[in-house]
T-cell receptor, first 114, second 115 residues
Framework: GESVGLHLPTLSVQEGDNSIINCAYSNSASDYFIWYKQESGKGPQFIIDIRSNMDKRQGQRVTVLLNKTVKHLSLQIAATQPGDSAVYFCAETSVQTGANNLFFGTGTRLTVIP | DAGITQSPRYKITETGRQVTLMCHQTWSHSYMFWYRQDLGHGLRLIYYSAAADITDKGEVPDGYVVSRSKTENFPLTLESATRSQTSVYFC??????????????FGEGSRLTVL
C-alpha cells in the first residue's frame, strides 16, 4: 500500500491476474476518494471515484472498495493487462468543507509481467 | 487540439532566477490547479483558481505566484527559484470544484531543474 517515504511501493503481477492496490488515509473528515493512474512521462488520469456513503463502486475492469472503519481504500483491477503498468495514486478530499484540494497519496507502482 | 497544454516541458535554470511555467486549456473549465510532484510526497497543490481573477493558496504556496487574467490560462511563476523547487509541475483543470468531482484533467507536466 501507499506510505510516505523515498521509495515507491511496488506491485508486480502476471498478465491476466487480478491486482489489488491499497491505500490508507488518515483524515476522518474525508468523504470523497479518487483513484488516478499515471503512466511514465504523463500526467495523472482519473480512473474511478467513490463517496463515503458507498462501500463499493465498479467501473470497467476496476472496482474501488472503501472501508471507513479502518480508513482503507483499495483498487482492484481485473485481468490485468500490460497497459495497466503505471503508478496508481489514491486521493481524498472533503466535500463537506468545500475543499478544492485533493490530497494525494505517494503512489504504488504496478508492473505487469507478460 | 483541445486539451490542456503546459510549456515548457523541460527547463533548467539557476538559483535566484525567475521562471514562469505556462498552462493553457481549451475546455473553458472554471477550475485550474498547479501541483508539484516529488518522490515520496505524491502530488501537492500549490495554487488553484476557481475562475478568472480568483486564485487561492494550496498546500505548498510559498515561493510561487499565480495569475489568471483569462479563463484558459493559468501561469505559475517562481520569482526567485531555489533548489528545493526542482520538481515536476502539473497543471490541471476541472469543470466544477474538486469537492464535487475528483476528475481533474492533467497536463503532461513541466520538469524543472534548479541548479
Amino acid at each position: 500500500g501507499e506510505s510516505v517515504g523515498l521509495h515507491l511501493p511496488t506491485l508486480s503481477v502476471q498478465e491476466g491476474d487480478n491486482s489489488i492496490i491499497n491505500c490508507a488515509y488518515s483524515n476522518s473528515a474525508s468523504d470523497y476518494f479518487i483513484w488516478y493512474k499515471q503512466e511514465s512521462g504523463k500526467g495523472p488520469q482519473f480512473i474511478i471515484d467513490i463517496r463515503s456513503n458507498m462501500d463499493k463502486r465498479q467501473g470497467q475492469r476496476v472496482t474501488v472498495l472503501l472501508n471507513k472503519t479502518v480508513k482503507h481504500l483499495s483498487l482492484q483491477i481485473a485481468a490485468t493487462q500490460p497497459g495497466d503498468s503505471a503508478v496508481y495514486f489514491c486521493a481524498e478530499t472533503s466535500v463537506q468543507t468545500g475543499a478544492n484540494n485533493l490530497f494525494f497519496g505517494t503512489g504504488t507502482r504496478l508492473t505487469v509481467i507478460p | 487540439d483541445a486539451g490542456i497544454t503546459q510549456s515548457p516541458r523541460y527547463k533548467i535554470t539557476e538559483t535566484g532566477r525567475q521562471v514562469t511555467l505556462m498552462c493553457h486549456q481549451t475546455w473553458s473549465h472554471s477550475y485550474m490547479f498547479w501541483y508539484r510532484q516529488d518522490l515520496g510526497h505524491g502530488l501537492r497543490l500549490i495554487y488553484y483558481s476557481a475562475a478568472a481573477d480568483i486564485t487561492d493558496k494550496g498546500e505548498v504556496p510559498d515561493g510561487y505566484v499565480v495569475s489568471r487574467s483569462k479563463t484558459e490560462n493559468f501561469p505559475l511563476t517562481l520569482e526567485s527559484a531555489t533548489r528545493s523547487q526542482t520538481s515536476v509541475y502539473f497543471c490541471a483543470s476541472s469543470e466544477i470544484s474538486g469537492a464535487n468531482t475528483g476528475e481533474l484533467f492533467f497536463g503532461e507536466g513541466s520538469r524543472l531543474t534548479v541548479l
